[in-house]
């Protein structure tokens, strides 16, 4: 069965959101999300968007944090565009009507919040749940767009490549619907993939249980160029409990002047860095592992004890509440918190319209790499570059409809050929041990501090789990969770590959075995052919 439309996004974050309703004023828009719509990293989102606002910002101040904190890998043309159009992007979220925090002194403007690496307040938000505020926006705006039809549980597992002019075009993807076990074609001009990181990865993340990855390993597959996607951004502060998994502890907290510190209330971020608890993520994920490594113990803390308590649970209630039913009163005690895989700074390679290598295939958010973070991500640059790259690439792939062929052609696609050597007995333990031991093993030896012989440790057992996960897919019919443990060990090994390949450190690649930054060899992107 061929379900086609002009566009299909895969993704429902902010990214493919504002690109569906853009696209939506010009053509058709299916939009699929293999779980519900609001399963996604954006909704997660606590810190805000950075965008030059304050009456003594300047897009040159936040450009030059952006490239300070990218090490010497930022792309300036990206920095630049992206940074630039902020202030617009902001606007057109406010005339939508997502609710940020205005500013106490001044009610007519947004309150700025601070993170680490920014010179300047730049962060706006809606409380410490601005992802929420967005995504709630988004999908209400998506679900009342008569040219979007909108696909819950609905999950990619491959794109459709034909030949065009010469060159090798997305035609649409094979899509699982979960619910009734069935693998459709959807067909469309443009394919856009907006399907978010792969935190999922690692052990231990901030990341919802879904980010494992899918368009960054959908489109190597398929022939796609992979970059930098050694740069793994662990955030430093995730909640440190038994009964929280994967809850954040934005770094706006740090930003209203909470201090890490150890177990004897110790601050310790000093004798890392100048700038201290707010120094760059990469720093800090850093000094914390360190710490953790020479006390031995299983967390530091985070303590913002000094703010007074009406402050702290109006501009954290997300955080005081679920702090606070897990047993800890954030304005009485310190937070215990451990770094945890947040970001994945590389992915896709794009160009500044979100174009991938293969004809009519783009990817928006943090699927792609525009070249904005290099080595490391300036803290809440990435909802504003979603938003900026979703409307450059919405705008950019308008020309498509006209040049493109109907979808209809499709109908003669093969039909998903998978399970095509027998029904072999399904057996859940192989997928779950696989998961769980490419987890453990990325955590453990392609983690915050690496080493050339963690890095083939890691190499050699990807090796044989993937190699088993691949010929588990080729004998069994495809569920979702297969289609994720496969993607997921996809990405294990771009991410170990590309880790191999740099021999040097720099931002969030660090290599005891080559501790020093080289920039007459390494100032540039690790670039891995798909396919
Ligand atoms: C945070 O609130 O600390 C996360 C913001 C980000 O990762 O940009």
Same mark, same amino acid.
């Given at each position: 069965?061929?379900?086609?439309?002009?566009?299909?996004?895969?993704?429902?974050?902010?990214?493919?959101?504002?690109?569906?309703?853009?696209?939506?004023?010009?053509?058709?828009?299916?939009?699929?999300?293999?779980?519900?719509?609001?399963?996604?990293?954006?909704?997660?989102?606590?810190?805000?968007?950075?965008?030059?606002?304050?009456?003594?910002?300047?897009?040159?101040?936040?450009?030059?944090?952006?490239?300070?904190?990218?090490?010497?890998?930022?792309?300036?043309?990206?920095?630049?565009?992206?940074?630039?159009?902020?202030?617009?992007?902001?606007?057109?979220?406010?005339?939508?009507?997502?609710?940020?925090?205005?500013?106490?002194?001044?009610?007519?403007?947004?309150?700025?919040?601070?993170?680490?690496?920014?010179?300047?307040?730049?962060?706006?938000?809606?409380?410490?749940?601005?992802?929420?505020?967005?995504?709630?926006?988004?999908?209400?705006?998506?679900?009342?767009?008569?040219?979007?039809?909108?696909?819950?549980?609905?999950?990619?597992?491959?794109?459709?490549?034909?030949?065009?002019?010469?060159?090798?075009?997305?035609?649409?993807?094979?899509?699982?619907?979960?619910?009734?076990?069935?693998?459709?074609?959807?067909?469309?001009?443009?394919?856009?993939?907006?399907?978010?990181?792969?935190?999922?990865?690692?052990?231990?993340?901030?990341?919802?249980?879904?980010?494992?990855?899918?368009?960054?390993?959908?489109?190597?597959?398929?022939?796609?160029?992979?970059?930098?996607?050694?740069?793994?951004?662990?955030? &430093?502060?995730?909640? /440190?409990?038994?009964? *929280?998994?994967?809850?954040?502890?934005?770094?706006?907290?740090?930003?209203?002047?909470?201090?890490?510190?150890?177990?004897?209330?110790?601050?310790?971020?000093?004798?890392?860095?100048?700038?201290?608890?707010?120094? /760059?993520?990469?720093?800090?994920?850093?000094?914390?592992?360190?710490?953790?490594?020479?006390?031995?113990?299983?967390?530091? /803390?985070?303590?913002?004890?000094?703010?007074?308590?009406?402050?702290?649970?109006?501009?954290? &209630?997300?955080?005081?509440?679920?702090?606070?039913?897990?047993?800890?009163?954030?304005?009485?005690?310190?937070?215990?918190?451990?770094?945890?895989?947040?970001?994945?700074?590389?992915?896709?390679?794009?160009?500044?319209?979100?174009?991938?290598?293969?004809?009519?295939?783009?990817?928006?958010?943090?699927?792609?790499?525009?070249?904005?973070?290099?080595?490391?991500?300036?803290?809440?640059?990435?909802?504003?570059?979603?938003?900026?790259?979703?409307?450059?690439?919405?705008? *950019?792939?308008?020309?498509?409809?006209?040049?493109?062929?109907? &979808?209809?052609?499709?109908?003669?696609?093969?039909?998903? &050929?998978?399970?095509?050597?027998?029904?072999?007995?399904?057996?859940?333990?192989?997928?779950?041990?696989?998961?769980?031991?490419?987890?453990?093993?990325?955590?453990?030896?392609?983690?915050?501090?690496?080493?050339?012989?963690?890095?083939?440790?890691?190499?050699?057992?990807?090796?044989?789990?993937?190699?088993?996960?691949?010929?588990? /897919?080729?004998?069994?019919?495809?569920?979702?969770?297969?289609?994720?443990?496969?993607?997921?060990?996809?990405?294990?090994?771009?991410?170990?590959?590309?880790?191999?390949?740099?021999?040097?450190?720099?931002?969030?690649?660090?290599?005891?075995?080559?501790?020093?930054?080289?920039?007459?060899?390494?100032?540039?992107?690790?670039?891995?052919?798909?396919?």
């Amino acid at each position: 069965m061929l379900i086609k439309s002009d566009y299909l996004v895969i993704g429902t974050g902010v990214a493919g959101l504002s690109l569906a309703l853009k696209a939506a004023r010009w053509g058709t828009v299916n939009v699929i999300c293999k779980r519900l719509i609001d399963d996604t990293n954006t909704n997660l989102a606590q810190g805000g968007i950075a965008a030059v606002l304050g009456e003594d910002d300047q897009a040159e101040f936040h450009i030059r944090d952006t490239l300070e904190s990218g090490v010497g890998l930022c792309h300036p043309e990206t920095v630049k565009a992206v940074v630039e159009s902020g202030p617009a992007m902001v606007r057109e979220l406010v005339d939508m009507g997502v609710p940020f925090t205005a500013s106490v002194e001044h009610p007519d403007r947004p309150e700025l919040g601070r993170e680490g690496g920014h010179s300047h307040r730049r962060v706006i938000h809606a409380k410490d749940m601005t992802g929420q505020a967005l995504q709630k926006t988004l999908i209400e705006k998506a679900r009342a767009e008569a040219n979007i039809k909108i696909y819950e549980k609905f999950q990619a597992l491959d794109i459709l490549v034909g030949g065009e002019n010469g060159r090798r075009t997305a035609e649409g993807a094979y899509v699982l619907d979960i619910e009734r076990e069935k693998v459709l074609t959807f067909g469309a001009k443009v394919l856009v993939l907006a399907t978010g990181g792969s935190g999922k990865v690692y052990l231990y993340t901030t990341n919802p249980d879904g980010a494992s990855g899918d368009g960054l390993a959908m489109g190597f597959r398929a022939g796609a160029r992979a970059a930098n996607m050694e740069f793994i951004q662990f955030h &430093p502060t995730c909640l /440190f409990h038994p009964e *929280a998994r994967n809850f954040l502890i934005s770094e706006a907290v740090r930003g209203e002047g909470a201090r890490l510190v150890d177990k004897s209330g110790v601050p310790f971020m000093k004798n890392y860095h100048p700038l201290g608890d707010l120094a /760059f993520r990469d720093i800090v994920a850093r000094a914390i592992d360190a710490e953790m490594k020479k006390s031995g113990d299983e967390c530091v /803390f985070l303590d913002i004890t000094h703010r007074r308590p009406d402050f702290i649970r109006d501009r954290f &209630p997300n955080i005081y509440r679920t702090c606070l039913a897990l047993g800890i009163d954030i304005t009485q005690e310190p937070i215990p918190v451990v770094p945890a895989a947040h970001y994945q700074c590389g992915g896709l390679k794009v160009d500044l319209d979100g174009r991938t290598d293969i004809g009519a295939l783009y990817a928006v958010g943090e699927v792609a790499a525009t070249g904005l973070h290099g080595a490391n991500r300036l803290a809440s640059n990435s909802l504003l570059e979603a938003l900026v790259m979703a409307d450059r690439a919405a705008a *950019a792939s308008r020309e498509l409809l006209a040049a493109r062929p109907d &979808p209809a052609r499709l109908s003669a696609a093969p039909a998903w &050929p998978s399970g095509r050597l027998g029904h072999a007995p399904r057996e859940a333990v192989v997928i779950a041990h696989s998961w769980d031991e490419i987890r453990r093993f990325m955590w453990n030896y392609v983690g915050i501090v690496r080493s050339d012989y963690r890095l083939k440790m890691a190499a050699d057992r990807l090796a044989l789990v993937k190699a088993e996960i691949e010929e588990f /897919f080729e004998k069994h019919e495809v569920d979702a969770d297969l289609i994720e443990v496969r993607n997921i060990a996809q990405v294990a090994d771009i991410i170990i590959r590309s880790a191999r390949r740099r021999h040097e450190s720099r931002g969030l690649n660090y290599n005891l075995d080559w501790p020093e930054r080289d920039d007459r060899n390494f100032r540039q992107d690790t670039v891995l052919s798909g396919g």
